[in-house]
């Protein structure tokens, strides 16, 4: 247990103050979670499908995914986390994990017990509020996957996900919406878009081809904007980044 809050606990406070106002009393309670910080290694389990879960995970520093395996032995990813995110939040509530996360690189994270969790919740109104917010753009990631993978063609599910991992890494403070690391391999990639690790690559080839994007080992840099997002189909509303909804300069195109 520390007795001074974690850089995970201040990176879950920011991420829930980007949507609710908390007083102090609300802050202090939320930084006075008990928590454990460990370090992870890539491939990593964090939580397993049909596990009993006793802890919320919330990211220090790292990449995770969120998936599960098929009968057949294949695997689809449904969503990447980063510093800030509480990987496993909903599992305060529902006990048991329905899925696998996974660490996709090195990293670090506190471990807040599910029952401290619980007691927050119910004794401060306003950070349950949050957390529930916090479960429900989860949601809307899985929503706009789904149609991503089911609706839209390789480019464009190729530039929709650039998009959003832009936006994402920026607000995490892990880059910029025109440069930022790609923190999956080709072979996770092509499990989040149901593609083909060779389909992934000559995507992001013909992306560059086409000027929208550099890249340079695993470095991503935007070059158009307008088209990437044109191509994406991509709005940042569901990421729903800020009280007001102040549309991200990524996604704020005409």
């Known amino acids: 247990m520390s007795y001074f809050p974690s850089h995970g606990l201040l990176a879950l406070l920011a991420k829930l103050e980007l949507r609710t106002s908390f007083n102090n009393s609300d802050r202090d309670a939320l930084l006075a979670l008990p928590e454990t910080v460990r370090t992870l290694r890539r491939h990593e389990f964090i939580a397993r ?24 032995g294949l695997r689809q990813i449904f969503s990447i986390h980063m510093k800030g995110d509480p990987v496993d939040l909903h599992n305060s509530m529902l006990g048991t994990a329905d899925h696998n996360l996974q660490m996709v690189s090195d990293g670090r994270a506190t471990f807040i017990p599910i029952d401290a969790i619980r007691e927050l919740t119910l004794a ?85 081809t086409d000027g929208l994007i550099s890249r340079e080992k695993r470095s991503i ?9 044109k191509l994406g189909d991509f709005d940042s509303a569901y990421l729903r980044l800020t009280k007001d909804s102040d549309a991200d300069e990524l996604a704020s195109v005409e």
């Open 124 to 208: 401060f109104p306003t950070v349950g509020q949050a957390m529930w917010q916090e479960t429900l753009v989860e949601a809307a990631i899985f929503r706009e996957w789904t149609l991503n993978i089911g609706r839209r063609d390789a480019r464009s599910r190729m530039a929709h996900l650039l998009c959003e991992l832009a936006v994402r890494t920026e607000q995490a403070d892990l880059g910029t919406a025109e440069n930022f690391e790609m923190p999956m391999t080709q072979e996770e990639l092509g499990d989040a878009l149901t593609m083909t690790p060779i389909h992934v690559s000559r995507t992001l080839k013909i992306l560059a």
């Open 221 to 229: 840099r935007i070059l158009d904007r307008y088209a990437l997002t």
């Open 49 to 72: 499908d049909q596990e009993n879960v006793r802890d919320c995970c919330v990211l220090i520093a790292g990449f995770a995914i969120r998936h599960k395996v098929a009968g057949n």
